[in-house]
């Protein structure tokens, strides 16, 4: 089912950032977004492609007091063969729905849901850069927009989705990152919305993010709610580490994002022959191996900085080198086998890609 797409064209496009390298993440939007709107009695309606501007809010809107809010993180790149192609894209409105249902938020048909991405990178896709390791950042997202205080499932809701050119997630770019584990907060618990891709996990992990900044590290290593000792997800990203010649990387126990990338990650690992243990990974079993010598690789996921290398771990008063704080060469296999199937510069054997347009 496609949805109506009404668009209105900027009468003052802005002027792109002439220097591509220096893009950074989510700081530079395009010329347009797409909104649309949500009620128990109509439905999706007057979905529309609007100039990039601010939202109008209601001052008692569910979204503002309540957190009903869930978002996505996808790319468009700009293939080397000229075309605009998004990644998995159906894996991420899939995720979508499965947050909407959680967070009492309303379904999106998905076909209509690509359809609209599609409509809008199309539009923007002189947004979409051209230098090395840069990409259109899509950021779908949703929030229940009742203009009463009760609290209760949403009734009314918007969709919108916003474009940014990106560089690299992380200022270290591919390079290790220093992560503190963190033994205070928790960012989510099973039963709770660890699973999902909702705000408020964000807003949860903010503290501990910035601690972890203070004392001199990019993230932290997220650890169980229940007994704090299992592994969950490392800063914003799901999380793998290589020990012993095996990959192991946190269960979906429900407290955990199901990553698209993970995902990818776990497929390409075990075509190329890895054993993949997706199961309960406690701190005390990581530190075992980082002292016996066995862990030989540990790295994040995710759609933002792709896989991102990790060179130390603090806990406890210990800091814990990891693979002499240089990429890995199956870090580097992941980087650079799942980035050339973004940028099409390998074949797409598993048919990732999805076409937009021609660039
Ligand atoms: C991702 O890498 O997929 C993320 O979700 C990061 C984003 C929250 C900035």
Redesign the pocket.
């Known amino acids: 089912m496609k949805y109506e797409i009404k668009i209105t064209k900027t009468t003052c496009p802005k002027e792109r950032p002439q220097d591509e390298s220096k893009l950074g993440f989510g700081r530079v939007f395009t010329d347009h977004m797409f909104i649309m709107d949500y009620s128990d009695e109509q439905g999706w309606y007057n979905g529309r492609i609007v100039p990039f501007g601010p939202l109008e809010i209601h001052p008692a809107s569910t979204v503002l007091h309540y957190g009903a809010e869930i978002f996505e ?1 996808m790319k468009a790149y700009r293939g080397a063969t000229g075309e605009i192609c998004m990644f998995r894209p159906m894996e991420n409105i899939k995720r979508l729905n499965n947050s909407a249902e959680r967070l009492c938020l309303p379904q999106l048909d998905e076909e209509g849901c690509l359809d609209i991405l599609k409509t809008l990178v199309e539009l923007e896709k002189d947004w979409v850069p051209r230098a090395d390791g840069t990409s259109l950042y899509l950021r779908p997202y949703m929030f229940g927009n009742d203009p009463h205080l009760g609290v209760h499932a949403v009734h009314r809701a918007t969709f919108v989705v916003i474009c940014s050119p990106v560089g690299a ?1 992380y200022a270290e770019g591919i390079n290790p990152v220093k992560i503190a584990i963190e033994s205070q907060d928790v960012r989510a618990v099973r039963g709770g919305t660890g699973y999902t891709k909702c705000g408020g996990n ?1 807003a949860a992990s903010l503290r501990a993010g910035e601690r972890a900044e203070k004392n001199g590290y990019t993230q932290v290593l997220w650890l169980d709610g229940v007994e704090r000792k299992y592994i969950e997800e490392v800063g ?2 799901n999380v793998m580490f290589k020990v012993n010649g095996k990959i192991i990387t946190p269960a979906l126990t429900g407290s955990v994002l199901p ?1 698209i990338t993970r995902k990818s990650c776990i497929e390409l690992l075990k075509e190329w022959g890895y054993e993949v243990e997706e199961r309960l990974f406690s701190v005390d079993e990581l530190f075992e191996a980082a002292e016996n010598g066995t862990l030989e690789e540990a790295w994040g996921t ?4 792709v896989v991102s290398p990790i060179g130390h771990l603090f806990y406890n008063g210990k800091e814990y080198t990891v693979s002499n704080n240089k990429i890995g060469a199956l870090t580097q296999k992941l980087y650079d086998n799942l980035t050339a199937i973004q940028w099409g510069k390998a074949e797409d054997k598993h048919s990732w890609l999805v076409k937009v347009c021609n660039g």
Do not use: I, L, P, Q
């Open positions: 993180g997630y964000y914003s990203m990553g995710g759609t933002a900085a």
